[in-house]
């Protein structure tokens, strides 16, 4: 199978797809915790309020309820079947460990209900004005593929589901105290795959695929159509099957990227996949409204923001969000696809967006800031949707995300995307009391350098430090330099001190602050074919950064 191109692989990779989805036996957290019929349950959490999607192996013919604090929740339906649920849990107390459980109603209405699962602990975050000591956070990218056999022999494009709820498990045996999953929660890339179109697989594999295939219909709504068993196929086999019910009592916080629009980051004369276009925004959109939680709006903000979502009692945000963990530390997540801007003006942001993040770094109201976007700053893989103008040099025919122009640059890349790589750098860069910190997904490749000059901004009174967290489920034929034909780099206009060399292992990181340091360690798992029962990590990067990053200069 060497030399095969991406195309190729992940057409093949589509023949063998989710017919087992619904089956969660394999799913078993390990520490006797009866889920009964839930298929996946995932929360997030703010110093007040709890936000948790949660699945169903079977449709509900009532609506189940969350008992919390001896109230009830109501849950609202996000699907068209009964399957998903959402519970929305305002007005709580911050820093507080709540009992949770969830409820079949009973008949009169009133009263105790039937359990539907074991009942389960979920805490709030600090306030705002709380001064916590300690925080821990678990981080990590590309959790995402479809669970695919792996003959002896045979390439495979993603790890196994064993293998990844294996790094879960091994991540949250070290008891974080928030996890950040920052983008590629799925692989289903609608132009290769799942539009009906002749499948180049099934010469090999017959009348097999058709049957299985989840097919996608743009002529139809993504919710109460054929498209949305199909979109229940694609989530129950990559994104409920894994995360099952293990994190229930760890808030998460989800990054959305490209492929979770259904498509990959390309642009040629041809085709231009980003921003995307409303049947792609909306299979992003559903996916979020089935299996992960949206941000819940905690600054005063949020609502001027284009993606503000205000209905179900608890107001929301789709594309962008922040997390506060008390005055110790504050997280600022963005996707860099769904709404970036194809002028030469404009960024992997909007505008507004973008004065928001820079008016929060300035702020300087807590001891640690982390942005969190989607993609990568520090690192370039040649892609077109970069910060960065570079392109790498690719045997690869698939490379067509950076054909070259007449002038030889990347087709359609922006300058205005690097114009605003340097305004979000240089206010990291000019904080007086905090270190500057960035912590991104995308790249299957765990990484780490300090940034000390970016363009002809001087950053060496407070580098900033780029983080790669750590990709979750890449195979063998995913890394860059296979899928692509490159290894990823160091962009050019920056001048950088390595602090890990990228390395194409999967993994995640470890963030530990305390009120003067944060210590980032990231823990990488072996190459290869390692059983999830024998998985073994160890620390490629083991560093501690002071709280304040002071020059002479400064």
């Not at 060496?460 to 890394?479: K, Q």
Request: proline share 8%; net charge negative; glycine share 8%.
């Amino acid at each position: 199978m060497m030399g095969i191109d991406r195309r190729r692989f992940l057409a093949l990779s589509a023949a063998f797809p989710a017919a087992s989805a619904l089956a969660c036996s394999d799913d078993d957290p390990g520490d006797g915790w009866d889920r009964g019929p839930l298929s996946h349950l995932l929360p997030t959490a703010s110093h007040d309020a709890f936000l948790i999607k949660a699945s169903f192996r079977t449709p509900r013919t009532n609506a189940p309820r969350l008992r919390i604090n001896g109230q009830h929740q109501k849950g609202f339906q996000t699907d068209t079947t009964g399957r998903f649920w959402a519970f929305h849990v305002p007005d709580l107390s911050p820093n507080t460990k709540y009992t949770l459980a969830l409820e079949e109603p009973p008949a009169a209405g009133s009263g105790a209900g039937r359990l539907l699962c074991d009942p389960w602990p979920l805490s709030t975050l600090p306030a705002p004005n709380d001064q916590p000591k300690a925080l821990r956070i678990g981080a990590f990218t590309c959790a995402g593929g479809i669970n695919l056999p792996i003959p002896p022999g045979i390439f495979h494009a993603f790890k196994p589901a064993a293998y990844r709820r294996a790094l879960f498990d091994r991540m949250l045996a070290k008891k974080p105290d928030l996890v950040v999953a920052n983008g590629d929660h799925v692989y289903f890339d609608l132009p290769l795959m799942g539009r009906g179109q002749s499948h180049p697989a099934a010469a090999i594999l017959g009348p097999f695929v058709e049957q299985a295939m989840a097919h996608f219909d743009p002529s139809l709504p993504v919710l109460g159509s054929a498209n949305e068993e199909s979109l229940k196929i694609v989530g129950d086999d990559q994104i409920a099957s894994i995360y099952g019910v293990r994190f229930r009592s760890t808030p998460v916080f989800f990054i959305t990227d490209d492929h979770d629009y259904f498509d990959n980051d390309d642009a040629t004369p041809n085709r231009v996949t980003l921003p995307p276009d409303t049947f792609h925004e909306g299979l992003r959109n559903a996916l979020q409204r089935l299996y992960f939680p949206e941000f819940i709006a905690t600054d005063a903000k949020a609502s001027l923001r284009p993606d503000f979502v205000a209905d179900g009692g608890l107001p929301r945000s789709t594309h962008f969000g922040q997390v506060r963990y008390g005055d110790l530390f504050q997280g600022l997540f963005y996707d860099c696809g769904g709404m970036l801007e194809l002028n030469q003006n404009g960024g992997l942001v909007p505008k507004r967006v973008e004065a928001w993040l820079l008016e929060e770094t300035l702020r300087e109201d807590s001891q640690h800031l982390i942005h969190f976007p989607s993609h990568p700053m520090g690192f370039t893989a040649g892609k077109w949707r970069e910060w960065y103008p570079d392109i790498l040099a690719s045997s690869s025919s698939v490379v067509e995300a950076v054909r070259r122009n007449e002038d030889g640059g990347k087709f359609l890349w922006q300058q205005g995307w690097w114009d605003q790589h340097q305004r979000l750098v240089s206010a990291l860069s000019a904080q007086q009391t905090r270190a500057a910190l960035v912590v991104s997904g995308d790249l299957h490749a765990l990484g780490a350098l300090s940034i000390q000059q970016s363009g002809d901004l001087a950053l060496e009174a407070n580098p900033v430090t780029a983080v790669l967290s750590g990709p979750i489920g890449v195979g063998d034929v995913g890394w860059p330099s296979r899928a692509r034909g490159v290894h990823a780099r160091t962009p050019h206009a920056l001048k950088t001190e390595s602090l890990l060399d990228l390395d194409e292992r999967n993994g995640f990181s470890l963030l530990d602050f305390d009120r003067e340091h944060v210590r980032i360690a990231t823990l990488g798992a072996p190459t290869g074919y390692a059983a999830p029962e024998t998985l073994s990590l160890d620390r490629a990067l083991d560093v501690q950064i002071p709280r304040i990053k002071l020059s002479a200069s400064r």
